[in-house]
């Protein structure tokens, strides 16, 4: 069983910057793909951004590219979330996911397995 383990979250200032980390509890990661989502209050979880097993693609929300890096480390077995330039609008829940390889979705309903979130705030 495959469980992610997020870290990192926590408060600052719009323009500031955060690295989100999740690593594996259990099984490893090294041969599934992952991704980051978020949930703001009251609205639904959203894709953020995704990363092959290899780590030789990734994909962004058109609202976090040139801004978000994501990132597989530790022998592929943790996976980063480098925030840069923040606002207000990143406000929210992170969740890692992961899911067995192919291609990459950017779907809630393509990853089986989910992290319990890491909240981050960011004031203007």
């Known amino acids: 069983q495959v469980q992610p383990v997020e870290s990192g979250g926590g408060s600052v200032q719009a323009g500031g910057s955060l690295e989100l980390s999740c690593a594996a509890s259990?099984?490893?990661?090294?041969?599934?793909?992952m991704a980051w989502f978020r949930q703001a209050p009251g609205k639904e979880r959203e894709f953020v951004a995704a990363?092959?097993?290899?780590?030789?693609?990734?994909s962004y929300a058109d609202s976090v590219k040139g801004r978000f890096t994501i990132s597989r480390g530790g022998a592929k077995n943790t996976v980063y979330l480098r925030m840069n330039s923040l606002k207000p609008g990143d406000t929210a829940v992170y969740y890692c996911?992961?899911?067995?390889?192919?291609?990459?979705?950017?779907?809630?309903?393509?990853?089986?397995?989910w992290g319990q979130g890491t909240q981050v705030t960011v004031s203007s």
């Open positions: 259990g099984r490893t990661f090294i041969d599934y793909n």
């Open positions: 996911a992961a899911t067995r390889p192919g291609i990459l979705v950017v779907t809630t309903t393509g990853y089986n397995y």
């Open positions: 990363i092959s097993w290899s780590g030789g693609t990734t």
